[in-house]
Protein backbone atom coordinates (compact mmCIF):
# COMPACT_ATOMS: atom_id res chain seq x y z
CA UNK A 1 0.00 0.00 0.00
CA UNK A 2 4.69 2.70 -2.73
CA UNK A 3 6.36 8.59 -3.52
CA UNK A 4 3.00 8.60 -5.34
CA UNK A 5 3.31 11.94 -6.98
CA UNK A 6 -0.54 12.41 -8.10
CA UNK A 7 -2.70 14.37 -5.19
CA UNK A 8 -6.23 14.10 -5.01
CA UNK A 9 -6.68 17.15 -7.14
CA UNK A 10 -5.68 19.41 -4.52
CA UNK A 11 -4.37 22.14 -7.06
CA UNK A 12 -5.57 25.25 -7.91
CA UNK A 13 -6.42 25.04 -11.91
CA UNK A 14 -5.82 28.07 -14.10
CA UNK A 15 -8.66 29.87 -14.93
CA UNK A 16 -10.20 30.39 -18.31
CA UNK A 17 -13.49 30.56 -20.40
CA UNK A 18 -15.44 28.31 -18.59
CA UNK A 19 -16.50 25.50 -21.52
CA UNK A 20 -19.26 23.94 -19.81
CA UNK A 21 -19.73 23.43 -15.95
CA UNK A 22 -19.30 19.86 -14.37
CA UNK A 23 -22.45 19.65 -12.36
CA UNK A 24 -22.46 17.47 -9.42
CA UNK A 25 -23.50 13.84 -10.43
CA UNK A 26 -26.89 12.46 -9.14
CA UNK A 27 -25.83 8.89 -9.70
CA UNK A 28 -22.74 6.59 -9.84
CA UNK A 29 -20.54 7.90 -12.73
CA UNK A 30 -20.73 5.41 -16.19
CA UNK A 31 -18.99 2.19 -15.58
CA UNK A 32 -18.61 2.41 -11.59
CA UNK A 33 -19.82 0.51 -8.52
CA UNK A 34 -19.09 -0.40 -4.80
CA UNK A 35 -16.32 -3.46 -4.46
CA UNK A 36 -18.15 -6.46 -2.93
CA UNK A 37 -18.50 -5.97 0.80
CA UNK A 38 -17.80 -2.37 0.91
CA UNK A 39 -20.95 0.02 2.19
CA UNK A 40 -20.64 3.38 1.37
CA UNK A 41 -22.42 6.30 3.39
CA UNK A 42 -26.24 6.11 2.19
CA UNK A 43 -26.63 8.47 -0.86
CA UNK A 44 -23.28 9.26 -1.86
CA UNK A 45 -22.00 9.16 -5.66
CA UNK A 46 -19.11 7.30 -6.74
CA UNK A 47 -16.73 9.78 -8.96
CA UNK A 48 -13.49 7.20 -9.29
CA UNK A 49 -12.64 3.44 -8.09
CA UNK A 50 -9.19 1.44 -8.91
CA UNK A 51 -8.27 -1.95 -8.24
CA UNK A 52 -5.71 -3.99 -7.90
CA UNK A 53 -5.36 -7.73 -7.42
CA UNK A 54 -2.17 -7.06 -5.23
CA UNK A 55 -0.57 -4.30 -3.96
CA UNK A 56 1.12 -3.28 -0.91
CA UNK A 57 0.58 -0.12 0.99
CA UNK A 58 1.64 1.90 4.17
CA UNK A 59 -0.97 3.47 5.32
CA UNK A 60 0.41 6.40 7.10
CA UNK A 61 -0.47 6.01 10.92
CA UNK A 62 1.65 9.38 11.91
CA UNK A 63 1.64 12.69 10.30
CA UNK A 64 3.98 12.96 7.33
CA UNK A 65 7.13 15.13 7.28
CA UNK A 66 8.79 16.26 4.83
CA UNK A 67 12.42 14.70 3.50
CA UNK A 68 13.99 15.97 0.54
CA UNK A 69 10.80 17.65 -0.95
CA UNK A 70 8.26 14.42 -0.43
CA UNK A 71 6.21 13.22 2.28
CA UNK A 72 7.01 10.52 4.79
CA UNK A 73 5.04 8.97 7.50
CA UNK A 74 7.12 8.48 10.51
CA UNK A 75 5.01 5.30 11.41
CA UNK A 76 2.65 3.24 8.59
CA UNK A 77 0.63 0.69 8.93
CA UNK A 78 1.53 -2.07 6.49
CA UNK A 79 -1.09 -3.59 4.18
CA UNK A 80 -0.84 -6.18 1.66
CA UNK A 81 -3.32 -7.68 -0.49
CA UNK A 82 -6.69 -7.03 -3.11
CA UNK A 83 -6.78 -3.21 -3.09
CA UNK A 84 -9.46 -0.71 -3.62
CA UNK A 85 -9.19 2.85 -3.89
CA UNK A 86 -12.47 4.73 -4.48
CA UNK A 87 -13.96 8.76 -4.42
CA UNK A 88 -17.11 9.32 -3.11
CA UNK A 89 -19.26 12.84 -3.24
CA UNK A 90 -21.46 12.71 -0.05
CA UNK A 91 -25.16 14.41 0.25
CA UNK A 92 -25.28 17.96 0.83
CA UNK A 93 -25.01 19.16 3.92
CA UNK A 94 -23.17 16.48 5.87
CA UNK A 95 -19.58 17.30 7.34
CA UNK A 96 -17.10 15.54 6.87
CA UNK A 97 -16.85 14.76 10.47
CA UNK A 98 -20.49 13.06 10.34
CA UNK A 99 -19.07 10.31 7.54
CA UNK A 100 -15.96 9.78 9.41
CA UNK A 101 -18.15 8.55 12.20
CA UNK A 102 -20.51 7.31 10.20
CA UNK A 103 -18.00 5.16 8.28
CA UNK A 104 -16.67 4.37 11.98
CA UNK A 105 -19.17 2.94 13.66
CA UNK A 106 -20.34 0.36 10.40
CA UNK A 107 -16.86 -1.30 10.33
CA UNK A 108 -16.84 -1.86 13.43
CA UNK A 109 -19.74 -3.94 13.27
CA UNK A 110 -17.50 -5.50 11.03
CA UNK A 111 -14.47 -6.04 13.34
CA UNK A 112 -12.69 -3.18 12.22
CA UNK A 113 -10.65 -0.56 14.91
CA UNK A 114 -9.50 2.84 14.47
CA UNK A 115 -6.14 2.65 14.96
CA UNK A 116 -5.26 6.16 14.16
CA UNK A 117 -7.34 9.55 13.37
CA UNK A 118 -6.31 13.13 12.65
CA UNK A 119 -7.95 16.96 11.86
CA UNK A 120 -6.96 19.33 9.33
CA UNK A 121 -3.28 20.49 9.87
CA UNK A 122 -2.34 17.79 12.48
CA UNK A 123 -2.67 15.65 9.51
CA UNK A 124 -0.13 17.18 7.89
CA UNK A 125 -2.15 19.39 5.42
CA UNK A 126 -3.12 23.13 5.80
CA UNK A 127 -6.91 24.12 5.64
CA UNK A 128 -5.58 27.25 3.31
CA UNK A 129 -4.00 25.29 0.35
CA UNK A 130 -4.00 21.44 -0.38
CA UNK A 131 -1.36 21.84 -3.28
CA UNK A 132 1.40 19.87 -0.84
CA UNK A 133 -1.44 17.70 0.24
CA UNK A 134 1.13 14.80 1.73
CA UNK A 135 -1.78 12.12 2.72
CA UNK A 136 -3.17 12.42 -0.95
CA UNK A 137 0.57 12.02 -2.42
CA UNK A 138 0.69 8.99 -0.01
CA UNK A 139 -2.14 7.37 -0.52
CA UNK A 140 -3.90 7.65 -4.19
CA UNK A 141 -3.00 5.61 -6.64
CA UNK A 142 0.46 6.94 -9.29
CA UNK A 143 -2.13 7.73 -11.92
CA UNK A 144 -5.49 9.16 -10.05
CA UNK A 145 -4.99 12.82 -11.46
CA UNK A 146 -4.37 12.07 -15.24
CA UNK A 147 -7.37 9.28 -15.01
CA UNK A 148 -9.78 12.10 -13.85
CA UNK A 149 -8.15 14.95 -15.78
CA UNK A 150 -8.91 19.09 -14.94
CA UNK A 151 -12.67 18.70 -15.25
CA UNK A 152 -14.09 15.71 -13.88
CA UNK A 153 -16.63 15.38 -10.89
CA UNK A 154 -13.90 13.89 -9.06
CA UNK A 155 -11.23 16.51 -9.64
CA UNK A 156 -14.24 19.38 -8.95
CA UNK A 157 -15.60 17.09 -5.40
CA UNK A 158 -11.27 17.43 -4.65
CA UNK A 159 -11.14 21.40 -4.54
CA UNK A 160 -8.15 23.41 -4.05
CA UNK A 161 -8.66 25.50 -1.14
CA UNK A 162 -10.63 22.80 1.27
CA UNK A 163 -11.24 22.92 4.96
CA UNK A 164 -12.23 20.64 7.34
CA UNK A 165 -10.12 17.43 6.34
CA UNK A 166 -10.76 14.68 8.83
CA UNK A 167 -8.46 11.22 8.30
CA UNK A 168 -8.65 7.79 10.10
CA UNK A 169 -6.95 4.48 9.63
CA UNK A 170 -9.27 1.07 10.77
CA UNK A 171 -7.98 -2.43 11.19
CA UNK A 172 -9.62 -5.53 11.59
CA UNK A 173 -6.26 -7.63 13.61
CA UNK A 174 -8.64 -10.87 13.01
CA UNK A 175 -8.76 -11.08 8.76
CA UNK A 176 -5.62 -8.60 8.49
CA UNK A 177 -7.34 -6.09 6.77
CA UNK A 178 -7.36 -2.30 6.69
CA UNK A 179 -8.75 0.57 5.20
CA UNK A 180 -7.82 4.55 4.96
CA UNK A 181 -10.41 7.34 4.94
CA UNK A 182 -10.39 11.31 3.97
CA UNK A 183 -12.83 12.73 3.96
CA UNK A 184 -13.23 17.16 3.36
CA UNK A 185 -15.54 19.87 1.94
CA UNK A 186 -14.41 20.96 -1.39
CA UNK A 187 -12.99 24.99 -1.82
CA UNK A 188 -12.17 26.76 -4.77
CA UNK A 189 -11.86 24.42 -7.85
CA UNK A 190 -12.08 25.38 -11.57
CA UNK A 191 -14.18 27.34 -14.01
CA UNK A 192 -15.48 24.23 -15.30
CA UNK A 193 -16.69 23.38 -12.31
CA UNK A 194 -20.43 24.23 -10.59
CA UNK A 195 -18.53 25.51 -7.90
CA UNK A 196 -21.26 26.40 -5.54
CA UNK A 197 -23.22 23.40 -5.84
CA UNK A 198 -19.83 20.96 -5.32
CA UNK A 199 -18.79 23.50 -2.04
CA UNK A 200 -22.29 22.05 -0.88
CA UNK A 201 -20.85 18.83 -0.27
CA UNK A 202 -18.59 16.63 1.81
CA UNK A 203 -16.45 14.39 -0.64
CA UNK A 204 -14.43 11.04 0.54
CA UNK A 205 -11.30 8.96 -0.68
CA UNK A 206 -11.06 5.46 0.88
CA UNK A 207 -8.37 2.80 0.32
CA UNK A 208 -9.41 -0.62 1.26
CA UNK A 209 -7.03 -3.73 1.74
CA UNK A 210 -7.92 -6.96 2.07
CA UNK A 211 -5.95 -10.21 2.50
CA UNK A 212 -4.79 -11.95 -0.62
CA UNK A 213 -1.72 -14.42 -1.39
CA UNK A 214 0.18 -12.49 -4.41
CA UNK A 215 0.25 -14.46 -7.70
CA UNK A 216 3.41 -16.71 -8.12
CA UNK A 217 3.98 -15.74 -12.00
CA UNK A 218 7.14 -15.16 -12.19
CA UNK A 219 9.35 -18.58 -13.02
CA UNK A 220 12.75 -19.21 -12.31
CA UNK A 221 15.47 -18.95 -14.54
CA UNK A 222 18.10 -21.81 -14.62
CA UNK A 223 21.85 -20.97 -14.35
CA UNK A 224 22.05 -21.70 -18.64
CA UNK A 225 19.17 -19.22 -18.93
CA UNK A 226 21.07 -16.52 -16.48
CA UNK A 227 24.26 -16.82 -18.51
CA UNK A 228 22.69 -16.91 -22.43
CA UNK A 229 21.08 -13.09 -20.83
CA UNK A 230 24.41 -12.26 -19.33
CA UNK A 231 26.17 -13.09 -22.69
CA UNK A 232 23.84 -11.56 -24.92
CA UNK A 233 23.06 -8.24 -23.13
CA UNK A 234 25.46 -8.36 -20.39
CA UNK A 235 22.55 -8.55 -17.54
CA UNK A 236 19.81 -10.55 -16.34
CA UNK A 237 16.76 -9.14 -14.33
CA UNK A 238 15.64 -11.80 -11.38
CA UNK A 239 11.93 -11.84 -10.08
CA UNK A 240 12.50 -14.70 -7.90
CA UNK A 241 14.48 -13.27 -4.69
CA UNK A 242 11.46 -11.68 -2.82
CA UNK A 243 11.36 -9.55 0.28
CA UNK A 244 8.61 -8.60 2.29
CA UNK A 245 7.64 -4.74 2.11
CA UNK A 246 10.67 -2.12 3.22
CA UNK A 247 12.39 -5.29 4.10
CA UNK A 248 15.90 -6.63 3.30
CA UNK A 249 15.33 -9.99 4.49
CA UNK A 250 15.32 -12.81 1.72
CA UNK A 251 11.67 -15.09 1.89
CA UNK A 252 12.12 -18.65 1.83
CA UNK A 253 11.01 -19.08 -1.29
CA UNK A 254 13.84 -17.41 -2.96
CA UNK A 255 15.83 -20.23 -2.75
CA UNK A 256 15.13 -21.77 -6.17
CA UNK A 257 16.67 -18.51 -7.47
CA UNK A 258 19.63 -18.58 -5.38
CA UNK A 259 20.44 -21.87 -6.07
CA UNK A 260 20.64 -21.19 -9.85
CA UNK A 261 22.68 -17.82 -9.38
CA UNK A 262 25.12 -20.01 -7.42
CA UNK A 263 25.23 -23.24 -9.91
CA UNK A 264 25.67 -20.23 -12.71
CA UNK A 265 28.73 -18.90 -10.72
CA UNK A 266 29.86 -22.40 -10.02
CA UNK A 267 29.93 -23.51 -14.05
CA UNK A 268 32.04 -20.21 -14.52
CA UNK A 269 34.72 -19.60 -12.31
CA UNK A 270 35.69 -16.64 -14.53
CA UNK A 271 32.96 -14.36 -14.13
CA UNK A 272 32.30 -11.24 -11.21
CA UNK A 273 29.40 -9.45 -10.93
CA UNK A 274 27.47 -6.59 -9.81
CA UNK A 275 24.41 -7.56 -7.48
CA UNK A 276 22.29 -4.55 -8.44
CA UNK A 277 19.03 -3.83 -6.22
CA UNK A 278 15.82 -2.05 -7.64
CA UNK A 279 13.04 -0.88 -6.28
CA UNK A 280 9.09 1.02 -7.16
CA UNK A 281 8.54 4.59 -7.14
CA UNK A 282 6.63 4.17 -3.87
CA UNK A 283 8.10 5.91 -0.68
CA UNK A 284 10.71 8.39 -0.15
CA UNK A 285 13.58 8.14 -3.26
CA UNK A 286 16.47 8.12 -0.45
CA UNK A 287 15.13 5.20 1.63
CA UNK A 288 14.39 3.36 -1.55
CA UNK A 289 18.14 3.43 -2.27
CA UNK A 290 19.36 2.37 1.20
CA UNK A 291 16.54 -0.13 0.62
CA UNK A 292 17.48 -1.20 -2.56
CA UNK A 293 21.77 -1.61 -1.62
CA UNK A 294 20.96 -3.57 1.47
CA UNK A 295 18.76 -5.92 -0.45
CA UNK A 296 22.09 -6.33 -2.86
CA UNK A 297 23.96 -6.73 -0.12
CA UNK A 298 21.90 -9.80 1.28
CA UNK A 299 21.49 -11.38 -1.66
CA UNK A 300 25.58 -11.50 -1.83
CA UNK A 301 25.85 -12.33 1.32
CA UNK A 302 23.18 -15.18 1.04
CA UNK A 303 25.12 -16.82 -2.17
CA UNK A 304 28.52 -16.38 -0.10
CA UNK A 305 27.00 -18.28 3.18
CA UNK A 306 24.97 -20.76 1.02
CA UNK A 307 25.99 -21.35 -2.05
CA UNK A 308 30.37 -21.24 -1.77
CA UNK A 309 30.08 -17.89 -3.99
CA UNK A 310 33.61 -16.24 -3.11
CA UNK A 311 32.34 -12.62 -1.74
CA UNK A 312 35.27 -11.19 -3.77
CA UNK A 313 33.26 -12.24 -7.07
CA UNK A 314 30.45 -10.33 -6.00
CA UNK A 315 29.73 -6.28 -5.89
CA UNK A 316 26.40 -5.52 -4.56
CA UNK A 317 25.11 -2.35 -4.96
CA UNK A 318 21.41 -0.06 -5.20
CA UNK A 319 20.05 2.27 -7.44
CA UNK A 320 16.29 2.43 -6.08
CA UNK A 321 13.70 3.43 -8.98
CA UNK A 322 16.77 5.07 -11.09
CA UNK A 323 16.16 2.25 -13.81
CA UNK A 324 12.31 1.27 -13.87
CA UNK A 325 11.28 -1.34 -17.33
CA UNK A 326 8.05 0.03 -16.99
CA UNK A 327 5.69 2.52 -15.94
CA UNK A 328 5.49 3.13 -12.03
CA UNK A 329 1.29 4.11 -12.67
CA UNK A 330 0.26 0.92 -11.90
CA UNK A 331 0.43 -2.08 -9.71
CA UNK A 332 1.66 -4.42 -12.90
CA UNK A 333 4.49 -1.92 -13.45
CA UNK A 334 5.46 -1.45 -10.13
CA UNK A 335 6.16 -4.99 -9.55
CA UNK A 336 8.50 -5.53 -12.61
CA UNK A 337 10.47 -2.48 -11.72
CA UNK A 338 10.55 -4.41 -7.95
CA UNK A 339 13.73 -6.43 -8.92
CA UNK A 340 17.10 -8.17 -8.26
CA UNK A 341 19.86 -7.67 -10.85
CA UNK A 342 22.98 -9.46 -12.35
CA UNK A 343 25.31 -7.46 -14.57
CA UNK A 344 28.54 -8.26 -15.64
CA UNK A 345 31.53 -6.67 -14.16
Not at 195 to 207: D, I, P, Q
Not at 232 to 256: C, H, M, Q, W
Not at 257 to 263: H, K, M, N, R
Amino acid sequence: MHPRTAMLAFVLFVAGPALADTTVPTQDLKGLSDPPGLSRYTGSVLLYRNDADYDELRLPVSRPVDKGGEPVAPKVLEARGQRSSLQYLVPPGRSPLEVLRNYQQAYKAQGFETVYECAGPACGASDVSLHGFDLGRLLVPANYASAIGDNSPAACAGGAFVGDLRYAVLQNKASGGAMALMSWKPGNVSAYCDEAAFKKHASVFLVRVQPQARAQTMETLSASELGQSLTATGKVAVYGILFDTNKSDIKPESRPSLEQIGALMKQNPGIRLHVVGHTDNVGGFDANLGLSKRRAEAVAAALTKDFGVTRERLTANGVASLAPVQSNADEAGRARNRRVELVLQ
